[in-house]
Structure formats: C-alpha cells, structure tokens
C-alpha cells in the first residue's frame, strides 16, 4: 500500500552558508572514501538532509511507514554539464545535487529493506547518470540503478484525468502504483519553462519515455503531470535546494543561492511551499492549480521552518521578450493560432501585448521548447558565431482575419502567408499545428509532431549552425555517445522481442489520448491496469522502426 | 573524447611496436614503452591510482598501457577536488553571473 499519512507536513530547513560549489554537479573523485566525508559541504549537506527527515518523521511518523519496504528513488537528472561545459563560471545546476542525493539515500537506507535508484532523463540517461556519480551512488549502498527508457512498459487507463487518460509507464513504476514499492522523489529546486516550477511531483514527467512525453506536451502539460497523480505520487519528497537554478531550464540556467532542504509528505504542498519560496505565486502557477483542482493537496498541512523567500529569476515562456530580442538580433518571429484559447484578430495592425497574448495560446508547448533551444545556444561557445544569425520562425496555425490566416511579428503586426514566403534567409515552422505555413518552410526545417521536443531541438540548431551544444563538452561526448548507442540498441532489441520500451510515437496533434469505453464500475477508480496484448509481427517492425536515435529527420 | 583519443594513439603506438617487433624483429618501440610506462608507473602511477581509489592491479595494468594520459588525467582531478575548510567558506566571488543572464 502507499504511505498514508494520518498528517501531512513540510519541513524547511536552512543549511548552514558555504561555498557548496565544489562538485555540486558531479560527485569527486574521493566519493566512498573517509576524506569524502570530512568535507565541510559534505558534513553540513548531511547533517542538513538528515535533520530535515528527522524533522518530519516527528510530525508525521514516515519513517515508520517506511520501515522494511521496498522503495524506488528518483533524482532530477537532467543535463550533466560541469563548469566549462557552457562559457559560464559555474556547472549548471539543473540535476538533483548527487551530494544530497547520497544524503537522502544515507537515511534512507538505515530505514528500508532495498532501494532501486531509477531515472528517465528524456536523452542518454546512463551517460547522464555515470558522469553525476549516481551510478557510484547506487554502487555504494549496494542499491540497483535502473534507467526507465530502458525498461518495458505497462499501460494503464485513468479514467479521471482530464488529459492523460492513456498512460504508459516503465514496469518498475508498476510496482509503486500498485503499493509494492514506495516513491521518494529528490527534485532539484528550479524554474521550468514549460510549467514555471519543476519540484516534487514533477519530477514524474522522467518516468515517461520519449514518445509518452511528447503527448500533450502542449499548453495542456500542466494537466498531464497533474493527471498522473491519479496513478502515483510521491510517498516522500527531499528538494534539494541548496543551490537553485532561475532561468530558462532545462536550458542552462542560473545558480540561486538558498541553502535549503525541503522535505514534506505531501508533494502537491511541498511544491506549493517551494514555489512560494522561490518568489513566486503558486496561486498562479497552473502546474499548483491543476493539482489542487483534483484534490492532491492537503490544506491542512504543516509547514514547519522559515518560509524565507529567495527571489529565482522566472522562465520566459515567450520569444517577444527584450532579452530574446537582445540575445538574437537576427531572428524573426511570427506567431498566430486559431483555436478557442487564441484572442481573435480584428485588424492587421496589433500591438506587441496582443502578439504576446497570441504566443500564450500554446505557451507551454513549441514556444517553450524553441526557449530552451536557444538558451543552449546562448550558453555555448558557439554563440558569438550564431548570435547574428538570421532566421525566421512561424508558430501556429494561423489566426483568421477575413477568410484568411495571419501571422503576427513581436509588435502585433498581421503578415500572410504569401508575406512570409517571401521572407529573407531562412524559415522555421514549428509543429503539426503549423502545417498551413508549411510551404513558407525551408526545405527540412518544418517541424512535424506536436511537442517533440528533440527533434524541434535538432532541427533549430541545425539551422543555426554552427552550434556545439555546451552539454555536449569535449571531455564527456565519448560518455553521452557510447550512451546513445547503447540506449539504442537496447530500445531496438526490446522492440525486435515484442516488449517495447515506449508506445509508438503518436503525437502528430494535441488532441487527447482517451480510453474505451468503460464498465461504469470502473469510471470512479482512480486508474485501471490496461495490459498490451503480445505485439504482432508487424507491430514489431513497426516498433523497431519507431525507435529513434535522436531525431527522426524523414518524418 | 580528449582522454579517448590519448588512449586511442597510444593504442596505436603499441600496435606500431608490436609489427615492428614481428615484421621487423625489432622490439625497440616495446622495450621504450615498457621501460617509459614501467618508470611512471613506480614513480607516480600507482600512487597516484590508488589515491584515486583505483585498485592495485588495475593501476599498474592501466598505468603499463597508457602511461601518463591515464594517471596524469586523474591526478589533475585529485588536485582540482581537494580541498581545505577555506574553500568552503562562502564569499561574494563564488560564481559571476553571466552579463545577459538576467532578464531584459
């Protein structure tokens, strides 16, 4: 069975103030060793992490609902990139601290009968993974270290959730759904450009594999990861906020300085304490509203320690931005949407807010991912070279005006699609949605599917060549490309066997992935088991085809 | 990939003295090598692979075959991470914030 707990509670509690720079990306060298150890950051992380779970077991009793069980703990893993791998100072802080990481599996540990350590990164999590130091970690207390793209998934059908209905999970995801193995999930405490806030139950969106995130990774991403708390939640939150990240993540982002661990039973309300002290509203923060609306929060948790705000700079769901502007003098950006959440268009002549209200149609989806693009291409070396770059980018479909569709520049005003074909140097259309502008596409460069990520990722960079992704550092491009051959390799050999590590990949609009119709018992449960029959042969084919190196390039 | 092609050159450099010692008959290259990674290897290989965490056998092994581009590596790590209590005090100079990186 899940943690239930008779009281919820968050604890908050303050780290003393060192430099916690040194190896806060990737664990040294001495990692195991006594000298490890006698680090001042280390002890401090410890004692910190230990005294916050302490905490928090007196006012809500986890650690005896822990006692003996199985658990699976999820850190944050994003991009591993030390200091040198972008032309900033610092190592980006966009992964789980692997320092609090050991800390929370030191206690954790003392309390549990075995721990698998598990991860979906969305790119080469095993590279990802080794270079952090989780793989040493896991090696350690003798814990298993599994990597959910990797693995063969389940389905399951939610009959109450309002957007994910169809969810595929990998199988160890099963055995926490079905109260076999508890869920603690170590998130990084940060800013996300998709959903303002990645925190405690965001964290799930790594127990998808490519092709499952890439569905409704629109505007409706908040719906979708606060859907999933139908099929599980976190039994037990430790955020790591001892060095924030502000900014445009997962793009590189910007250390905050916080020196906190917050650790709570609740994770809806651990996230709501956390964006709170992050300077932000969670009143306003979708991600924190879709999650209250479904009753995951607890309004009568406790929230123990100084709520004390430190202010993160927010991301910029938005291309119409000053820095934007500032950054890439050479982009050009039209965007137009018609749909029900689109303001409609009365005149050619609009102005900039109207434009930004345009953009919001469909923020948390092409836009945010075109953000995160080039907020990698900012942080690279690489930048000097394509900062004046010139490039136009389409998004939407189009707002009507008259019978005809619209695309609106940064101060509102109206081009058709004649105007953008004849528009200087080189055009971008982003997404499934764009398809009416597709002919104003540089050959190659409209980009199909809705809210795939990678490809979007791929494909702008290869129009602002040449770009050398920071993450992608001398030092470690060895790591993350035996990585992605082996991940391949792995997904390949799963397909040929039948037992694919994702569904096919499906998401060519926004529309929603729903379930059958079902017996009227079943539309109050929470979630229902929907096993995948044993593919056929040419379901087989079909999945080996579907796995994908990187991008797919001949959509 | 930089360690990567350092391995992958001295690789060639073995696979070079090797066919010189059976083309050839002439085994000068393994006796250099030998005799080259055999001294580091007693000098500051070993040591410093096991300072590292590395055991015995794997750091002579490693140490014989790839000479300084496998010890030199880590022992460069080793200084970059080892640290006194003063370099964990905080101070204003911690990290610089890039000059665009705060929002227009």
Redesign the interface.
Known sequence: MPAVYDKNAVVITKAP???????NVTL???Y??PSYDE???VKAIKATVRKSLDDLDRETGWKAKFKGQKILVKPNLVFVTPKGGY????AIPQTTDPRVFDAAIEVLNEIVSDIVIGEGSGMVTWAYAHMAGYDRIAKHYGAKIVYFEEMATDRYFCPKAECGQEVYVPKIISEVVKGERLYVSVPKMKTNIYTGVTLGFKNAMGTFSCNMRYRNHTWQIDKKLSDLLYLFKPDLTVVDGIIGGG?NTPGPN??V?VDKIVTGTNSVEVDRVVTEMMGFDPEKNKLLIEAGKRGFGDPKVKVVGEKEITPF??A?QSLI???????WPGVNYFVGHTNSRAPKLTSLTNSREFAIEMEKTCGGGCVASLGTTFEVM??SYTYPLTKLRHLNIIVGNGAEYNGKLYWLDREGKAYSLEDLKNLKGMTLVCGECSSPAKDAATPGLWIRGCGEVNNLAVRTMLAMMPTLPGQFD?????IILFGLIRKYVIKLFMAAKGTPTEPNFDAYNDGLFTIPELAAKNLDCDWIEAPVPPLTKEQRIEAVKGVRFLAKFLF | ????LEYLGCGILWVGSMILTIVKKNPIGIIILSLMHGTECVLIGVKTGLK??KKLPESIAMCMTFGFTWWLP?KK??EA?T?T?A?????DH?????E?????
């Open positions: 103030a060192l430099n916690y720079f040194h190896n040294p060298y001495d195991g060793m680090r001042a950051d032309r900033y100072d610092y900014g910007f250390p300085l700079i927010p910029e931005t000053e820095r934007f502007e500032h950054n900012f942080g001398l030092n470690n491009i060895h | 990939m930089i360690r990567f590292y965490g880590l790590q080793i991470e640290f209590d370099d964990f005090v905080r101070t911690d990290f610089t914030m890039p665009t990186g705060v929002q227009g």
